[in-house]
């Protein structure tokens, strides 16, 4: 029988402290999608190169970013290269391993953008003097970052949940570890995480909803 | 006809109050077995054998329990964290899991008198020179998310003002930090400080002494409204070391000088 009862103000004491996490996860999920988008355009690049250990070395990023864990992915990125000697704060290692998985699923999501793309636009670009990396800047990754949008918007909002895998590297300033840590402190756990769902909630729907409206401002067609 | 039928229906109401008022103790001698949270990831008191069972100061404790009540015993794994969600989902019937018995905590769990006390022993890599408690000013240190010592820790370095705080989420991780020199010392209970040094699975580190934290007085938990259940774990813990169980214990899985489990000059 759940014979529990509520006390929803102690939680609620605690909500600056866990608003002052909430930014801190904002920013690495920002952080991680600047880079992630900026590897990711790289990533295609390095696909479309043609060369055969170019190409090799983006799929298997690509790989490995969407067909592992990213528990694994965040918990390699601290104690995996410390084992090499290279040691990363908790904060930097959230941030790689997050920027990491969503440069391999922005990568993906551009190689399906640029299947949509008819070829003979690259050409077109080609016959009128511009070079191959020209025609791909002026004419293919404005409608490749176009048509992969919404897409993006979705891999922000996972960015956003990843980072509740910090606590595994030590991460405790996020919303996740300062939830954590304010539940060890008073064990109101049913209370606390549910305040934390909700504020998580709250940011991915911003997300998504702000998503489509600047879609719906910017792509008129 | 009518008195009859009022008595009848008096009696069964009575009968069914006394069923609906059964408690955590009855529910647990009638259903025979006694369900125990138990941290398996900080040894000596809660770790796995070569078999992968569970074996452990807190293990043998929630045994002898089950064995006091006439049940049998059933460990429940149960990380730091997913102590009291465990307890609260009704998971488990009690903690065996070595919580402090702080005040703040008291306001949500119900806790009996303590069963065991902790020593804070500080562990250094080597390489950092640290040599004291004091000495790990300005370094990065950490402890497993949760617990008494990380609390203590994490205070200390923000009134230091210098150097960072970590907590991992295992013992294990903290371990593994320290060797790999992303931790440069560690505060843990003396007792799981002993055996990792002597594992020698964690290369280049030593303990160095003790943290003056007070001492953790860990004890056993449920819920707080279950009061018939926490009397018998107070009697419990109070026979347990009446009868040198206690001792017993202490000297199979921890040795040396038994921790006293009083607080001098107050009762309780």
New interface residues.
């Given amino acids: 029988?759940?014979?529990?009862t509520f006390?929803w103000k102690?939680a609620l004491n605690r909500l600056p402290q866990m608003l002052d996490g909430a930014l801190v996860t904002m920013e690495i999920a920002i952080l991680s999608m600047i880079m992630g988008i900026a590897l990711a355009i790289v990533l295609t690049l390095l696909r479309l190169s043609g060369s055969r250990p170019l190409i090799a070395i983006a799929t298997t990023w690509v790989e490995v970013a969407r067909n592992t864990p990213a528990l694994f992915q965040i918990y390699m990125a601290?104690?995996g290269v410390?084992?090499f000697?290279i040691?990363f704060?908790?904060f930097v290692s959230i941030l790689i391993g997050i920027t990491f998985n969503n440069a391999g699923y922005l990568a993906e999501n551009f190689r399906g953008a640029l299947k949509a793309i008819p070829d003979t636009q690259a050409r077109a670009g080609r016959s009128l003097g511009l070079s191959e990396l020209q025609s791909f800047r002026y004419i293919i990754m404005p409608q490749m970052l176009r048509i992969s949008f919404l897409p993006m918007t979705n891999q922000m909002v996972w960015a956003i949940l990843m980072t509740s895998l910090g606590?595994?590297?030590?991460m405790?300033t996020d919303l996740y570890?300062v939830t954590?840590?304010l539940?060890?402190?008073?064990?109101?756990?049913?209370e606390l995480f549910a305040l934390a769902a909700v504020i998580f909630y709250l940011i991915t729907k911003t997300i998504t909803l702000g998503g489509r409206l600047i879609a719906a401002r910017l792509f008129r067609y | 006809m009518n008195k009859l039928t009022l008595i009848a229906a008096v009696l069964s109401m009575a009968g069914l109050a006394g069923t609906a008022q059964a408690d955590k103790l009855d529910d647990i001698i009638s259903s025979g077995k006694l369900r125990c949270a138990v941290v398996l990831d900080f040894p000596p008191m809660g770790m796995r054998d070569a078999n992968n069972q569970p074996i452990g100061f807190d293990v043998d404790y929630c045994k002898d329990l089950a064995a006091a009540l006439g049940v049998t015993a059933e460990i429940v794994e149960t990380p730091?964290?997913e102590r009291?969600?465990a307890l609260?989902?009704?998971r488990v019937d009690v903690g065996v899991a070595s919580t402090s018995d702080t005040l703040?905590?008291a306001?949500?769990?119900g806790f009996s008198i303590p069963y065991f006390a902790f020593e804070m022993a500080v562990t250094a890599n080597n390489k950092t020179g640290i040599t004291s408690y004091d000495g790990m000013k300005g370094y990065t240190v950490?402890a497993v998310?949760?617990?008494y010592e990380?609390?203590a820790l994490?205070a200390q370095v923000k009134e230091w003002g210098e150097g960072?705080?970590?907590?991992?989420?295992t013992q294990a991780?903290v371990f593994?930090?320290l060797s790999?020199?992303?931790l440069d010392a560690t505060v843990s209970t003396s007792t799981v400080a002993q055996a990792n040094v002597q594992s020698g699975n964690f290369g280049d580190i030593s303990v160095v002494g003790f943290a003056p934290f007070d001492t953790d007085y860990v004890a056993l938990f449920a819920?707080r409204?279950e009061y018939g259940f926490l009397n018998y774990l107070n009697l419990f813990v109070n026979q347990q070391v009446r009868t040198g169980r206690y001792d017993e214990l202490y000297e199979k899985w921890v040795g040396g000088e038994v921790p006293q489990l009083v607080v001098p000059n107050v009762y309780r």
């Fill in positions: 029988m759940f014979d529990y006390q102690q601290h104690f410390a084992s000697g040691h704060s908790p606590v595994t590297v030590g405790n570890g954590q840590d539940n060890a402190l008073t064990f109101r756990t049913f | 730091f964290p009291i969600p609260m989902s009704g703040e905590r306001k949500t769990v950490g998310a949760g617990t990380a609390i994490e960072n705080f970590r907590p991992y989420q991780d593994l930090a790999q020199g992303q819920k409204n």
